[in-house]
């Protein structure tokens, strides 16, 4: 099996794995009255699934996007990366535009009382 696929099971199995321990803890807190809403009507169960399984499609998208961010070379150990390169001061040659800096300075507003 590729490393890549291995890697994202293994995020979505500790997506699901928190999942279980967020629902579980949403149900034994009685968050919002959770317990008794889930365990007095007969869709009950089918609420806890779906809680279960959306929040483990959450875990597992965050769990997979930190495992992949991570996976960068530490800064400095490459070439640069993206960092982008100093100008380099070339003669002008006639016709050439030069860029200036410029200030500009905004409207003097007097203040309200």
């Known amino acids: 099996m590729p490393e890549l696929v291995r890697l994202y099971l293994r995020n979505v199995a500790l997506g699901l794995l928190l999942s279980l321990v967020f629902v579980g803890a949403l149900l034994w807190l009685n968050v919002a009255n959770l317990w008794h809403l889930v365990t007095s009507t007969g869709e009950g169960p089918i609420a806890v699934v779906m809680l279960v399984m959306f929040n483990a499609v959450v875990f597992s998208g965050v ?43 905004a409207p003097h507003r007097p203040r309200r009382a």
């Open 63 to 105: 769990q997979f996007g930190i495992a992949v961010m991570r996976m960068a070379e530490p800064e400095g150990s490459g070439p640069g990366g993206c960092k982008t390169p100093e100008p380099v001061a070339q003669p002008a040659t006639p016709g050439t535009l030069i860029p200036v800096t410029a200030g500009a300075r």
